[in-house]
Every structure is written in structure tokens, then in C-alpha cells.
């Protein structure tokens, strides 16, 4: 029983570590209005993933040079809604997600709009090889909608 005693508080601790780690990283970081983003050129070796938002409020283009790789990783993020017009002023939140080890990373990824109503990230970790997801949240005009990403065998 005294072992019982001792390991629910610490579990208790681990829970709570990982709802703040996975909280922070909904905190948008400071943008730096100075300096312009660096934009992404298409090229051969561009990537474009389409998403549609779970209640289909929102499609989603992601743009992203070569692919997702293990280290920081930056795209530009179209976003339109149901009529195919460009999402101007939303706020977003994004999570790079592992799955198999249910944990976020807690570095702050950082969103520029620029003025198209397409989004420049950046800061977007992922620290290790496997499977990941890019979660998505998409807050405008007193809606939400989510989208998630699914990367496999990140390397």
C-alpha cells in the first residue's frame, strides 16, 4: 500500500507536465514585424498537402519545400473557407504531435499572415524519426475547426 501511495502523486506529476507542455505550445510566440517571412518558392521539389477541417468550415493547402524532416521545419499555410475565399485574420494554432509517444515538443511555433490571407510558419520542431501530426486549429469569426496532418516515417 505505501508504494500505491508514492507512485500516484508522481503520475499525478507526469500528467500535469505533459497537459503544460502540450498547453504551451498553443501560446502563439512574439512575430517579429520588422522582418518580412521568408516566403517558400514553389519549386520541383515542393510539397503541397490539401486538408479539409473536420466540420468542413476550412480547407487547408500546406506548402512546404522538399518535405517534413527531423530538425525545424517551416511551410506557408493557405486557408480558405467553404466559398474558396482566403481566411484573413484567423488565429491559429498548431502542434507538432507524436502519437506513439503521446507528447507535443515545446518550442513555440511561430505564424506570420501575410498580407494574401495565406500564413508563413515557422519553428515547427521534430525531434525525432517516426510518425507525427501537424494539429491544426483555425479560429475565425466565432468558429472553430481543427485539421490534423498525418506525416509517416518522418526521417
Known amino acids: 500500500m505505501c508504494v500505491n501511495k508514492g507512485i500516484r502523486p508522481f ?8 497537459i503544460i507542455c502540450f498547453s504551451a505550445s498553443f501560446v ?7 522582418a518580412p517571412p521568408e516566403v ?7 510539397r503541397k498537402y490539401q486538408l479539409e477541417t473536420e466540420k468542413g ?9 522538399n518535405d517534413f524532416t ?10 480558405r473557407d467553404r466559398e474558396g475565399q482566403n481566411v484573413k485574420d484567423a488565429r491559429i494554432l498548431i ?3 507524436m502519437p506513439e509517444h503521446a507528447h507535443s515538443i515545446s518550442e513555440n511555433v511561430s505564424i506570420t ?13 521534430l525531434n525525432m524519426k517516426g ?15 481543427k485539421a490534423v496532418l498525418k506525416l509517416s516515417d518522418v526521417s
Request: hydrophobic letters at 45%.
Open 11 to 18: 503520475v499525478a506529476y507526469l500528467i500535469m507536465l505533459q
Open 28 to 34: 502563439p510566440a512574439a512575430q517579429d514585424s520588422q
Open 40 to 46: 517558400i518558392n514553389p519549386s520541383e521539389n515542393a
Open 57 to 65: 468550415l476550412f480547407t487547408l493547402e500546406i506548402s512546404i519545400q
Open 70 to 79: 527531423v530538425g525545424m521545419n517551416m511551410f506557408d499555410l493557405l486557408v
Open 95 to 97: 502542434v507538432p504531435w
Open 113 to 125: 499572415e501575410k498580407s494574401d490571407g495565406s500564413y508563413h510558419v515557422e519553428n515547427v520542431q
Open 131 to 145: 510518425n507525427w501530426e501537424i494539429r491544426i486549429r483555425i479560429i475565425q469569426g466565432g468558429v472553430t475547426d
